[in-house]
């Protein structure tokens, strides 16, 4: 009986199956079920090919598989050529599906996917779009963590699509180059992507500057011929104005337009009052709100700034005095104002997140704003993610009580429009949830709403939203006046949600 027990112990510690992680392997039957046989060692199954290491893919059961690909052969991923090669891009050749075409070749000394780069060269896979280093893939297994396989268009092959690897989620920032006063900029659009902000913006601010027309990947004409001044265009599908100093382009501002995937123009340009040429070259920064998961960015953060309120005639309204200190610990700010802001976005799906508080004390020429000088203010927002929202004394012209870019440069810190701004004067005959909603109006402009009634003199009946289900009545949150209401239709929540200030 002895011998027999010892026996069928020895059958199991030889037995397949049974080798742990770093034990030698000649298969992968020897190891363990949760492990697989690389280079001879027993290690664990692979979720995403970089876990294989360069050379390698990693299929769906977890397997790691050597690649094949030599120089020379058609690739499709990264990870069909040999350790030492790269799958780069051939020109504008496509494939039988349609998609620019790639062959292997001896990898470069550049940066790794995922770095910054400005051509081609400077990354080690020979691919630059959209600012960054971009590894070719088949599927998302191809993809380090974070990132995800999509379709992304060529501006150099005239808007040709090829799969890379792009950021998952959150906000993509690049570049767009502009050459002179005015010129033409091509704006690629990935698949993933949910919305776009492009700032536009100038260092002479008694210039204009801004895209004086857009197209679409598709031909529309998605922001009709303009110039500094002219009225919106309401039955453009995208609202746009050129603006002095500093524009926004933001896309959609509506469901019923939504982004596209590819290559959008635009005619950028500067501009005198007067709409004569400018002489300054604008900058444009696009960012991109990317979600390989519809609305799993939802989480808007608030940086709040307090200037000087000593002897404010409101005093008795927070408590005797409005600074950092007292708004992150008092009732008025945490439970009446912020309170009431988290339901008003809990409705629209979006969830407060992260606020910040900072004393701006030694700016007294800010103290009281007049609204000409609200680009100064603003360029004090030092964060870019989220929103920036100061408050200040007074605003003038008189009657003012609350002022933002509609739209804001998302995701852009320091700029003549990052962030809002409310006058706590507003508290001599408001309560706290009424500023909130006064807020929640600002904030929801600069993510990309509009006023959902619009009244001109000129005009025998209202003018719209370009969303279609808003309607004009003052209970909705986007109605003019500071006694609207909180409500929002479903078109005005989607587009709430696809903000890139939201992560």
Partial sequence: MRLRTLFALVLLAGCPGAAGIGDHCGDRGDCASSLQCVDSTCVPKCQRAPDCGDGYSCDKDGICHAATGQLGDSCSSEVDCAAGLACELEGTATDPQGHLAASCVMQNAGRPAGDLCVHDGDCRNGTCALGHCIDLCADTRDCGEGTACALIPRVEATGAMFAGCLQAHGSLVFPLPVHGPSDFVALPIPDSARSVAVTFSVEDPSQAVGATRVTAPDGTTVVTQQGYGDPVHWSDPVRHQLALGQSVLAMPSSPEAPLLPGV????????????????????????????????????????????????????????????????????????????????????????????????????????????????????????????????????????????????????????????????????????????????????????????????????????????????????????????????????????????????
């Fill in 264 to 503: 959008y123009e635009m005619s950028v340009a500067s501009q005198t009052v007067t709409q004569t040429a400018g002489s300054a070259t604008p900058s444009a920064i696009a960012v991109l709100k990317l979600d390989s998961t519809v609305n799993s960015s939802v989480i808007l953060d608030l940086h709040f700034y307090f200037l000087n309120f000593d002897e404010h005639p409101c005093l008795e309204s927070f408590g005797g005095q409005l600074d950092a200190a007292t708004a992150r610990s008092k009732a008025f700010f945490q439970t009446d104002y912020l309170g009431q802001l988290r339901s008003v976005f809990a409705h629209a799906g979006v969830a407060l997140g992260t606020s910040t508080y900072e004393d701006l004390r030694n700016h007294p020429d800010l103290d009281g704003l007049n609204a000409a000088n609200a680009g100064s203010l603003f360029s004090l927002g030092a964060h870019a993610v989220g929103i920036n929202v100061f408050f200040v004394r007074t605003l003038s012209p008189v009657g003012l009580q609350a002022l933002g870019p509609a739209p804001g440069p998302a995701g852009l810190a320091g700029t003549r429009g990052s962030g809002i701004v409310i006058g706590a004067d507003t508290l001599c005959y408001r309560s706290w949830p009424d500023v909130a909603r006064l807020t929640a109006h600002e904030l929801a402009r600069y993510m990309g709403l509009y006023d959902n009634v619009e009244i001109d003199d000129s005009d025998a009946s209202p003018r719209r939203d370009p969303i279609r289900d808003s309607d004009i009545s003052s209970s909705n949150l986007m109605y003019f006046s500071e006694l609207g209401g909180t409500d929002l239709s479903p078109g005005q929540r989607d587009i709430l949600t696809r903000s890139p200030v939201l992560r």
